[in-house]
């Protein structure tokens, strides 16, 4: 069976670190890019960051770079998102897929990805 499961979000403070997880089962996660979604309640689903099947490109939106790392361990199947310096606006759920493209990523469009985790709840709050 064919699952991701996106762990680690919680509630932290405004300028505290969450590091989220992206756990495949069912499949290689090799094969695959990655991204990163969230989504806030009210807005649409907005792309984070992406890291390629072998995680030499990476890309991050405008409102996380110099935040945000994400990294991957083909090893252990899982895909990780360092978020440092959390800000209330990245308040959201927060979820993985996979993306089959043999170079690159893309967070422009949910459209290429194909599967979904259920996602994982960040809030940052005082």
């Known amino acids: 069976q064919v699952q991701l499961v996106e762990s680690g979000g919680g509630l932290v403070q405004p300028g505290g670190s969450l590091r989220l997880s992206c756990a495949a089962s069912?499949?290689?996660?090799?094969?695959?890019?990655i991204g990163w979604f969230r989504q806030a309640p009210g807005k649409e689903r907005e792309g984070v960051s992406c890291?390629?099947?072998?995680?030499?490109?990476?890309y991050y939106s405008d409102s996380v770079k110099g935040r945000f790392t994400i990294s991957r361990d083909n090893a252990k199947n899982t895909v990780y998102l360092q978020m440092n310096s959390l800000k209330p606006e990245d308040t959201a759920v927060y979820y993985c897929?996979?993306?089959?493209?043999?170079?690159?990523?893309?967070?422009?469009?949910?459209?290429?990805?194909?599967?979904w985790g259920q996602g994982t709840q960040v809030t940052v709050s005082s």
């Open positions: 897929a996979t993306e089959p493209a043999e170079t690159g990523c893309s967070i422009a469009t949910t459209l290429s990805y194909d599967y």
């Open positions: 069912g499949f290689i996660l090799g094969y695959y890019a």
């Open positions: 890291i390629s099947s072998g995680g030499g490109s990476t």
